[in-house]
């Protein structure tokens, strides 16, 4: 198992989150792992940060930092270069209250499922039928064509949660931009452990 850490420097809603949320990830990896963890950054902060904790350092070129770059490409590239034949597990660092107990019982399912892309899932906030498309003139279009009233009805449905992914390092090209594919397992996470840092609001909930 190698576990890769994206921390670009760029952020839209809290500029530098990654430099405040390094060290919530980097100390609950067990030392004799550090060795096995690879950072993509292209923040000299953090690989300054990485470097201290004795992490492999991938210096993200600027092509793969901006805004519309997906977190595939970002993948592969972190594969390619360091040469990785193994499973991979991605640590977001948006995810501070997540514990090395979550990453041991994550890869325990991963394995279970015969090491199968693995996202992670969460309740949903509000059900996908009750939800419209904005149109001009204050109008609107729901997003999932029903005629459904009573909630009880609705199909059961979950949201998709970058807590974890885990999958084999050569099964990358079959996933599309949001990590999945027809192949892929999903494991729960509960919402409170999902606090996930894109905002300074976000930031004072931690």
């Known amino acids: ?3 890769i850490i994206p921390a670009r420097e760029g952020s839209k809603g809290l500029r530098y989150k990654n430099r405040y949320l390094f060290d919530y990830t980097a100390k609950i990896i067990p ?26 350092i991938i210096h993200r070129e600027p092509e793969l930092c ?7 490409h970002v993948l592969e590239d972190t594969v390619n270069r360091a040469k990785i034949d193994d499973d991979i597990i991605m640590l977001y660092l948006t995810y501070p209250k997540r514990t090395w107990n979550d990453v ?12 199968a892309p693995t996202i992670c899932k969460k309740d949903v906030d509000n059900h996908p039928y009750l939800c419209y498309y904005n149109l001009c003139g204050g109008k609107g279009k729901k997003v999932i064509e029903h005629d459904l009233y009573r909630r009880q009805d609705y199909p ?14 050569n099964d990358l090209s079959m996933l599309d931009l949001n990590l999945f594919c027809d192949k892929a397992v999903f494991y729960k996470v509960e919402k409170e452990k999902c606090l ?11």
């Open 156 to 169: 059961s449905c979950f949201q998709i949660c970058h807590f974890l992914f885990g999958c084999k390092s």
């Open 1 to 3: 198992m190698k576990l």
């Open 196 to 206: 996930d840092i894109d905002t300074p609001d976000d930031f004072k909930e931690m």
């Open 104 to 115: 041991n019982d994550f890869y325990s399912f991963y394995l279970a499922n015969n090491r």
């Open 66 to 72: 901006r805004d519309n770059v997906s977190i595939k």
């Open 31 to 56: 030392s004799n792992l550090k060795g096995d963890v690879f950072v993509t950054t292209d923040d000299d902060k953090i690989i300054d940060a990485a470097k201290g904790y004795g992490f492999n």
